[in-house]
C-alpha cells in the first residue's frame, strides 16, 4: 500500500512510500509489527495526564435521587443534634436541682443548730438584758441567718396551723372565733417551704365549742395535745 502525502507536509515534495503488508512478498513470511505500542500507561488510563478520575458512586444515579439521599443524611443528623442538646439540656437541669438541693440541706442543718442560741438571744433581748458587745454580735448573727434565709414565724393572735404550730397547751375562750394561738412560748422557724422547726403555742378554742357537761358546769378546760386529740375524736 502506497501513502501518497503532500510536499507540504514533508518539506521536499517527494513521496513516501510505506509497504504495510503483513507478509513479505519475496520470502513469504511474516514480518513482524513495525511499531509496537510504547509501553507504559495508556493515554486515558487512571493516574495518566488527561485521564478521567474514577466516577463517585452517586454520580451513577439521577439528580433527584442525590438530592433525596442528602435530605435523609440532614434529618439524621439533626434529629442526632437535637437528641443530644435534649440530652444535655436534662443533664443540666438535673445537676443544678441536685445542687440546689444539697445546699439547701447543709444550710438547713446549720441554722437548725444555731436555733438554740436565737432563742437565748431572744429572752435576753426580753428580759432587756441585750446591750453592748453582746447586742452587736447577736444582731450581727441574726443578719446573717436573715441572709441566709431563714424565716421567723409565730405570733400571738395567729390562726393555728398544726402544719407550723405544735400546740403545748389547750383552752376554751369566748374572745376567739377559732382555734387561736393565744401564746407563742417558742418561735417557729423555716428555710424556704422546709419548716426548720414548728412554733410552740398555746391555743384557744371558742367557748361554744367546750365539751356538754364542762359547758353545763361555765368551768373553762384546759387539756394537753393528748386531751385535744381524744376530744377531737370524740366530736
Excluded: C, W
Excluded at 52 to 70: C, K, N, T, W
Aim: charged share 30%; aromatic share 4%.
Amino acid at each position: 500500500m502506497t501513502d501518497r502525502p503532500t510536499g507540504s507536509e514533508f518539506g521536499d515534495g517527494e513521496p513516501v512510500v510505506r509497504d504495510k503488508r503483513r507478509i513479505d512478498p519475496d520470502t513469504g513470511a511474516l514480518r513482524e509489527p513495525s511499531e509496537a505500542p510504547a509501553p507504559g500507561p495508556q493515554p486515558g488510563m487512571p493516574g495518566t495526564p488527561g485521564a478521567q478520575p474514577p466516577r463517585d458512586p452517586s454520580d451513577l444515579i439521577g439528580p433527584s435521587a442525590q438530592e433525596a439521599l442528602l435530605t435523609e443524611a440532614l434529618a439524621e443528623r439533626t434529629a442526632d443534634l437535637q437528641r443530644l442538646q435534649a440530652e444535655y439540656v436534662n443533664y443540666k437541669r438535673r445537676v443544678d436541682r441536685d445542687r440546689e438541693a444539697s445546699r439547701e440541706l447543709v444550710i438547713g442543718t446549720v441554722l437548725t443548730e444555731l436555733l438554740g442560741i436565737l432563742d437565748d438571744v431572744g429572752r435576753a433581748r426580753e428580759a432587756g438584758e441585750l446591750e453592748g458587745a453582746f447586742k452587736a454580735v447577736s444582731e450581727s448573727l441574726e443578719r446573717v441567718t436573715e441572709k441566709l434565709g431563714l424565716v421567723r414565724f409565730g405570733e400571738k393572735g395567729d390562726t393555728f396551723d398544726p402544719r407550723i404550730h405544735e400546740a403545748l397547751l389547750h383552752n376554751y375562750s369566748d374572745e376567739v372565733d377559732g382555734p387561736t394561738a393565744t401564746m407563742v412560748m417558742q418561735p417557729g422557724y423555716r428555710l424556704g417551704e422546709r419548716v426548720l422547726r414548728a412554733a410552740r403555742v398555746a391555743v384557744s378554742e371558742p367557748t361554744e365549742q367546750l365539751p356538754g357537761d364542762a359547758a353545763q358546769d361555765g368551768v373553762p378546760v384546759e387539756s394537753s395535745d393528748d386531751d385535744q386529740a381524744a376530744d377531737k375524736s370524740a366530736e
